[in-house]
């Protein structure tokens, strides 16, 4: 069993930056890839960013590609999303997931864990 507890969210202007960290409990947490996704209102939860179990690898979804950074400390079993650049479209409910296996994938159903959400919102 995993744990995954979200926190960092909050209110931010355009062009601003935030932090959102994924603190994971149980021991899988460094053998296991870990996924960002957010909701926004009246819309379904999408995809955002990926990283592999080592660290080495990433994916990002295009509208976030060169704004957004994910980072991993297997260390203290916490994942990062380091959000730039932050447009009024980012506005959503940030959730960490836990994948089934090692390597990044952008597909719901491969997460098997979820935090319960943090609140981005971006005003303009």
């Known amino acids: 069993q995993v744990q995954l507890v979200e926190s960092g969210g909050g209110l931010v202007q355009a062009g601003g930056s935030l932090r959102v960290s994924c603190v994971a409990s149980g021991r899988t947490f460094s053998s296991v890839a870990m996924g960002w996704f957010r909701q926004a209102p009246g819309k379904e939860r999408e995809f955002v960013a990926s990283i592999g179990w080592s660290g080495r690898t990433t994916y990002y979804v295009d509208s976030v590609k060169g704004r957004f950074t994910i980072s991993r400390d297997n260390a203290k079993n916490t994942v990062y999303l380091q959000m730039n650049s932050l447009k009024p479209e980012d506005t959503a409910i940030y959730y960490c997931?836990?994948?089934?296996?090692?390597?990044?994938?952008?597909?719901?159903?491969?997460?098997?864990?979820w935090g319960q959400g943090t609140q981005v919102t971006v005003s303009s």
């Open positions: 997931a836990a994948a089934r296996a090692g390597a990044i994938t952008t597909v719901e159903d491969q997460y098997v864990y």
